[in-house]
Structures are given as structure tokens and as C-alpha cells.
């Protein structure tokens, strides 16, 4: 069995993030946990936590980094520390996506965070910064500022993001907080080329259209869309960024908004990453609502999924959110974004 | 207001350079031989048919260290030449009208020679002034100029003394080596004065060579039996070249590195990011005149003219794979019995090439290994699975029933499955999963219904607390009781159950609500086998404390038959029931 186990990994090894890498690892795991010892249990899972994050399917590393993060309390030999804070960091990056879960929950798993990362000799550089994207998703302002000015002002450290994300993560913060040139200016090495990584510069790309249109810059959001449309077509992992694609077609292009629709709403649909499936039938929805009867009509949606399962389904998630959270951003969103798309609309089309 | 300029310090910049610019220091004799080409190019711009030719040689005597000499009779330097290009350091001597011609970066190269010397004498004379000039220049950047009386041939001659400690770059075997290495393609004779001269440099490349030239030199170099030689030109960038076949399989992720010349001189044998990456099936020896490299020399600027060669490469690659596929069927054959992933990649983003490869192309199927042809032969309809644990349900029971299922959760595969009827227009591919399945298993009829009604309704409340259906059905083999079958959701929730016995507490409550939330609990089912002796007799049985433990048995068994890990309440289930059956069978 070993050597199947072997083999297995070998496979993922060649594989591109995304299902089928998802699917051999999870074989793998389950030849370990049936067959072989902890060492090869642990390493599958630490695989799996890394291919699913990049993967879009965020809930399947949290459950695999919740096994490893016990065994490895238990046997700290088994892991060096930095590689387990490494995979900590993600999976709390990617726990923000899940506001079905309690706030409480995942405040509390920050604390331990900050907490590991302090005791394994790191500083709270990342801790800050996901404090701030915490505060953003939940829309409270003055949160982000104190986090942001934290987060910044903190030495960064070996678990922080790369050169290029650190940028990306503050244009998108200025950009939140309605600081357009200051934003465009903290971009400026990405868009001129000179830093990048697997993320960067798509989503600065697609972080930057509804402000630049907002400022009646429409032309260089033409051009950033396009850039950011040949990154991430047929790309594993940027359902996130493609909403932003989405919202911006809605606005600019109805009909290309509705190709877009219908190549996308599957990976919508199937996504676990609760706020990402939220944020793309919002912008679904608006567009159908847009659409005369006869057109919506022609829209092709996967098996039997019907539209008004859709926004029934996303306003059950608005309220489970909104309780999770003792919020009501997430209610209102759906308003705040039809009206805008709607808005903007009239404007550029 | 004031402009300055701030002083570079040269040694630290030689430092720099030998340290992290050059991977090794030996390039020193590239550049020496690079300068020598550009500067015989340059002099056959002015005089079409003046031959070039390049000279090394040796000096050496006990007590001293080695100096090497060589000599070029390219265009030479003017007085003035000198003092421009040599007093600055990294500025080129070519203008860039004409970069397209030469290569090198005088100074630049120069400036490597200090990694392994303390002072180079260079004299030359220049096409264009009848004036003999000797530069000595020290690695600290000071340099002193004189013209002297003695005349000389048109050209220019370097002595080059070793610093202590690099005395094994200056022997005539390593010289002779290192030449060889980089030169052994330029269009001029390079030649190695010993006791007698010695041609450093081949006469033929390997991109003027036949197929059967080209592979044995192959073999002689790398000393590796390629598969196949397949000649490679790209217009845009002026390439040339033989992308060789690798006769064993590589790994998609490995490195992929080429040996590539450029203008004919070695740049670097590990040069990536020339092929497309799909050619990983590949490695390459090519001639490129219109690439730029970068300034390690090792590698080309990922510009629009890069991709645009790599994709005329690739497409001289394919071409060749079609032209095999119909002239030479048993060589197509061999190359994809070893680098299938690789044409399996290329299959799906090309239709053209698709349809050619598709039946050849290998897939794991219910009956073992079987190229697309033969699984066509089985049925019209393709049966396939998306992922490895779907295969695994089901794959043995399918081939008990003499069905070919394929097993689509490798690379590629579910794409090039589902283009099928593209090309085969009378069949049909199908997405199966484990309960679309066993839905095909045979009903049974309504008498037997009534004979397995007790026993379905008592395991359907047994299995309950597992997340767990009970059916009954006939199907094939008649030797398997019971088959435990799920869905990718059924799956995770059992995955997130088993991981929140383990977990600590924080993540087990933030497991239980990323489940919690979700819309519809999934169930896995348990299909227990009608035609199975075995439960055949259990149904008969009205003994239903026995049979709810044969129920709890033969869960536990599937389970374990598909592989599933078994959860801690499964386990007990097992111990518990073990126990029982011991029991009863030492009570009776």
C-alpha cells in the first residue's frame, strides 16, 4: 500500500491545483488513514490543506489542517513549526470566506493564531492583516483604519505574504476605504509588471474596475478587465476575482456579463466557500432582474436549477450570515450592489 | 541645479558578477571567445569575404603563473575605440542600429575576465587606423594606454594571467574544454596552437544534420538513446534546431532545460522557458540568432517575441507528431506508450491533434490499462468516473458485469472523455457515479420486495446513526453481499465526522458548523446483494437481535472493502460485533 500511497503523491505532485489534484490526495489520505502509519497521514493531509486552498475549496483544508494542527500538538516533532504556521495562515485567510461560521469562532481562532505565532517566534504581522480583512468584510470602518495602520506599521516577517500580495492587500484596503490614487500609486509596481506572483496582478486588475469606473475612467478599466480576464481564464482557484470581472460586465456589456454567467454559475453553484457562492449570485441575480423576461429566459443553467431556488438561496445565506455575525452588511449588500450595478448601468451601457 | 555621477566601485562589481551574474567562472572564456566573433563579424560587415579565424594558446613555466593568450583577426579597436569602450566598463562597442549582429557586450565580457585574472594586456590594431595599441587594465579599474612602434595584423590579442587560485582554468585540457563547450558551433575555426594546431570547433551543427546524424550525436553527447530527433525552426526568432524525444517518461513539474546557442555560441545548457511547456516530453538543441538573453546570459526576456518562438517550436513539434501518426504508426506508438501525459495534454488543447491521438491515447479503465480504440470496443455508450473514490466503488462490480468503466479522475482525462463525439459521432460518453450506477441494478420483483421488506426496513434503522441508506438489489458478482456507495458531499461530511473526533475543540465547532450550514444532508447508501447466498439466508432469518448485528457486520465489512477509514463508533461496531459472533459460536 505504500507504494500506491507513493505513486499517489507523485501524481499530485504534477498536477494542476483544482479537482483532480483534490481527488488523488484524498485517495491518498484515505490509503494512509486505512492502511498506513501517522507520518504518511499527516503529509497527505498538509498536501491536501495546500491544493485545496489554492484550489477554492477552502473548507476541505480547514478540515485536513484541523486533524494535522491536533496531531501536531500532540506530536510537535512532526512538523517544523513554520511549516504548520505557514498552513495556519492560510486556513485562516481562507476562514474568512466562511461567514457561516460565529464570529466568535472565528475571532477566537485568530487569538490562537496570533497566539502560535508569537510562541513559534514570529511576530503579528499576518495577524493584523487579517484583522483588517476581518473588519472589511464586516464593513466596520474604523476597524479596518486601526488594523490597517497596525498591520502596516508591524515588521513583516517570514509569515507574511509576498512582496507582490503585501501590495495587492493595500491597494484593495485604500481602494476599500475610497482612497483611489493613493491606491493606484501603492499599484503602480504591479501594473507596470515589475512584481507578480501566482495571484498578482490579477486581482489588483479586478480590484481596480468599479473604482476606476466610478471615477469615469472607463478606458483603463477596459483595459485591466482584459488583462485580468486572460489570467484567470480557465484558471483553477479565482472564483473570487471573476465576481469582480462579473460585477464589471454586468455594468459595462449585458450580453458578454450573460456568457459569463452561464460559463461560471457552475462553479458557483458547487463552491463551499460560502461568501464566494453569496457574492456571485448577487451579481446573478441583478442581471436576470435586468433582463426582459424573454432574454432571461434563454439563460442556460445547469440540471434543474431554477433562479428563484437562486435568490431564495442566497437570502437564507444573507440571514445565516448576518446571525453569525449580529450584523446586517450582509442583507444589506444585496441591495447596495443591485442598486449599484443597476446605477452604473444606465451610465455605461 | 548639479548633476553628479556616483562612483562605482569595480571590484565589489566584480565580486557581484563572479559571485551571482555568472553561475560559473569559467565564462570568462566565453566572453573572450564572444568578443573575438563579434569583432570578425563585425570586420566581414566592411570586407564580405575576409575569413576569420580565432587563436589559443597556452603559456606557461615552472615558478610562474599560466597566462593565456588569444587572438582574433576581427575588426580591431581604434585608439579611440579603446579609451570609449574599455574606460567604461559595461558600455558595448556595437551601436544600436546594428545590435542585431553581435552578441557580446565588450566591456562586460572583459570585465569577467577579472574573476580569474589580475591584469589583462590586450593589444590590437583596428581596420579602420594603422595604429598598434596596448591597454592594460587591473581588476581595481585603473588602466594605462600606449601606441607602440611594432606593427601588427589587423585583429586584437589578450594575455591573460591567472590569479592565485585559478590556476586549474589554465591548463591546455581545460582550455581545450572549455572552448569546445561553448564555441563548438561557431561559424569560424577556433584553433588551439599546442605542439601542432588543433580545430577546437565542429564543422557541422547539429541543426544541419539528418535525423539518424543528429541522433547519434545525441548519443555521443548526452549519451542517451533518444526515441526520435524532430527538426525545429522558428522565423521569429531565427531559430534552428533538433528537439530530441526522451526515451523515458519525466514528470510533468521537472525542470525542462535546453541547451541553446545563440548566434552559435553556447548560451547555457539549462536554459528554460524556450519550448512550450507541454514539451516536457522533449529536450532541445537549438540555434537562436533573434532572441535577447538576459543579463545571466542563461536564460531569454519573456517578452512577445519569446512566446511567439516557443510557439512556432511547438508547432514544428506537433507537426511532426501528426506526420508520425500516419506514416510511421509503431514509432507513433512507442512515443505514447512512454509520454502519453504529455500528448494527453496536448490532445485536449488541440482538436486537430485530438483526433488523431484520441484512440491511441491510454486510460484506466475497469479492465485495466486500454487505449481508446479498445474501450471503444466494448460499447457505444463510455461509462466514466470523475474521481478516484467513484472508480473505486465501483470498478470491481463493474467489471463483474463485463463493464468498461473509465476512470476519469486523472489529468486530462474527463476533458479528452468528453470530447469523444466530436470525432466519433455514434457514441456517447457518460458520467456515472456510484448511485447513478447502481441504479442499473436490476429491481427486484415484487415477491422478493415482500421477502426483503423486514430486513431493508430493521438495516435502514440500524444504519441510521452512520448516515447511512439501505437498498436492495441483484447484481454482479453474486459473491459481494453488500456494496457501500456514496457522493462527493456524503464523502466530506464523513471526512469532517472523522476529523472532529480528532480535532481540538475550537476546529471541531467550526467543522460542525461549516456542515450544519449546508442546505441538505447527503446520505451513502449500503446496496446489499439479493442473489448473495449469504443474504439470501439472512433475510430468511427472523432472529432480529442477530440480524441487526449481521446488519452492523456487513457495513463495517463494505466499509472496509472500499477502503473507507473507519470512524471511532465503527470500530466499536466491529470489536463488538467480533465479540458476539465468538460468543455465539463457542455457546453453540
Known sequence: MIEKFEDLLEQSYDAPHGKVKIGILEEAIRIADVHLGPEEQFDARMLLVDTAIFSGHGEKAIVAFAWCLAYYDKHPEMANDHQMMWNYKWVADRLLLFPDIELAKVEATLEDLRKRFIQSGHGPHYYYYLKHVLAMNLEKTEEVKHYYEKWIAEPSDSLSDCHACTLANKTQTLLYLGKLEEALDVAQPILAGKVFCHSVPHRTYADLLLPLLKADRKAEADTYYQKCYELIYNQTGFLDTSIKLFTYLAITDTPKAVSFLEKYFKDAYETDESIVKFDFYIVATTIWDILEEQDSKTIQLPDSVKIEDIKQEMGRLATLFDEQNQTNVYTNKIKRVQTEIQGLQKIFQ | ?588
Open chain 2, 1 to 588: 541645479m548639479d548633476q553628479f555621477h556616483f562612483k562605482v566601485n569595480l571590484k565589489g562589481m566584480i565580486d557581484l558578477l563572479s559571485n551571482h551574474l555568472y553561475s560559473t567562472p569559467q565564462v570568462f572564456v566565453r566572453e573572450l571567445i564572444q568578443n573575438a566573433v563579434d569583432a570578425i563579424t563585425a570586420r566581414q560587415k566592411i570586407e564580405a569575404s575576409h575569413q576569420g579565424k580565432i587563436g589559443l594558446e597556452l603559456f606557461s613555466s615552472p615558478g610562474t603563473l599560466p597566462t593565456l593568450y588569444i587572438e582574433d583577426n576581427g575588426i580591431g579597436l581604434t585608439e579611440e575605440e579603446v579609451h570609449h569602450f574599455l574606460a567604461q566598463i559595461g558600455q558595448t562597442s556595437k551601436n544600436r542600429a546594428e545590435d542585431q549582429d553581435f552578441i557580446g557586450r565588450f566591456g562586460v565580457g572583459l570585465l569577467s575576465c577579472f574573476i580569474v585574472s589580475d591584469e589583462i594586456v590586450l593589444l590590437t590594431r583596428s581596420a579602420k587606423e594603422n595604429k598598434t595599441i596596448e591597454w592594460r587594465g587591473k581588476p581595481d579599474g585603473s588602466y594605462t594606454i600606449q601606441v607602440l612602434e611594432q606593427e601588427m595584423e589587423t585583429g586584437t590579442k589578450i594575455y591573460l594571467q591567472s590569479k592565485r587560485g585559478f590556476e586549474s582554468y589554465f591548463t591546455k585540457e581545460k582550455i581545450q574544454e572549455m572552448v569546445r563547450h561553448y564555441g563548438e558551433f561557431l561559424p569560424f575555426p577556433i584553433h588551439f596552437y599546442d605542439d601542432k594546431p588543433i580545430r577546437l570547433n565542429s564543422d557541422k551543427t547539429p541543426w544541419e544534420m539528418t535525423t539518424e546524424e543528429a541522433l547519434s550525436y545525441g548519443k555521443k553527447k548526452m549519451q542517451i538513446d533518444y526515441l526520435d530527433a524532430i527538426p525545429l525552426y522558428s522565423p521569429a526568432g531565427d531559430a534552428n534546431g533538433v528537439a530530441y524525444i526522451l526515451p523515458y517518461s519525466i514528470r510533468i513539474n521537472a525542470k525542462k532545460q535546453h541547451l541553446v546557442y545563440v548566434k552559435q555560441m553556447l548560451l547555457s545548457e539549462k536554459v528554460e522557458g524556450i519550448l512550450p511547456d507541454w514539451a516536457f516530453f522533449v529536450t532541445s538543441i537549438l540555434n537562436v540568432n533573434l532572441l535577447k538573453p538576459t543579463a545571466s546570459r542563461e536564460e531569454f526576456s519573456n517578452d512577445e517575441r519569446l512566446k511567439l518562438v516557443q510557439q512556432e517550436l511547438g508547432e514544428c513539434i506537433k507537426r511532426y507528431l501528426i506526420q508520425l501518426s500516419k506514416t510511421n504508426v509503431n514509432q507513433f506508438k512507442k512515443i505514447i506508450e512512454i509520454h502519453y501525459e504529455s500528448l494527453k495534454f496536448l490532445a485536449q488543447e488541440d482538436d486537430e491533434l485530438y483526433t488523431l491521438f484520441i484512440d491511441w491515447l491510454p486510460f484506466n479503465t475497469s479492465f485495466g490499462r486500454l487505449a481508446m480504440k479498445e474501450i471503444r470496443e466494448y460499447s457505444n455508450t463510455i461509462l466514466y468516473t470523475s474521481n478516484m473514490d467513484e472508480f473505486r466503488q465501483i470498478h470491481q462490480v463493474a467489471k463483474a458485469q463485463s463493464i468498461c468503466v473509465v476512470n476519469g479522475s486523472y489529468m486530462y482525462d474527463t476533458e479528452l472523455l468528453r470530447k469523444l463525439p466530436n470525432v466519433f459521432t455514434d457514441y456517447k460518453v457518460k458520467h456515472i457515479n456510484s448511485s447513478s450506477f447502481m441504479y442499473n441494478f436490476t429491481e427486484l420483483s415484487l415477491e422478493d420486495r415482500r421477502k426483503a421488506y423486514d430486513f431493508i426496513e430493521l438495516a435502514n434503522k440500524v444504519l441510521q446513526p452512520y448516515q447511512c441508506t439501505a437498498e436492495m438489489r441483484n447484481y454482479q458478482p453474486d459473491d459481494l453481499p453488500a456494496l457501500y456507495t456514496t457522493n462527493e458531499e456524503a464523502l466530506f461530511i464523513r471526512t469532517t465526522e472523522q476529523t472532529k473526533e480528532k480535532a481540538n475543540d475550537l476546529f471541531s465547532s467550526i467543522i460542525t458548523q461549516l456542515t450544519n450550514n449546508k442546505i441538505k444532508p447527503s446520505f451513502a447508501q449500503l446496496c446489499f446483494n439479493f442473489q448473495n447466498p449469504t443474504i439470501q439466508k439472512v433475510i430468511q432469518s427472523t432472529n432480529t437481535s442477530l440480524n441487526e448485528l449481521i446488519v452492523e457486520m456487513l457495513y463495517v465489512q463494505a466499509l472496509l472493502l472500499g477502503n473507507y477509514p473507519l470512524k471511532k463508533q465503527e470500530f466499536q461496531l466491529l470489536n463488538k460485533g467480533l465479540i458476539s459472533f465468538i460468543e455465539r459460536g463457542l455457546g453453540e
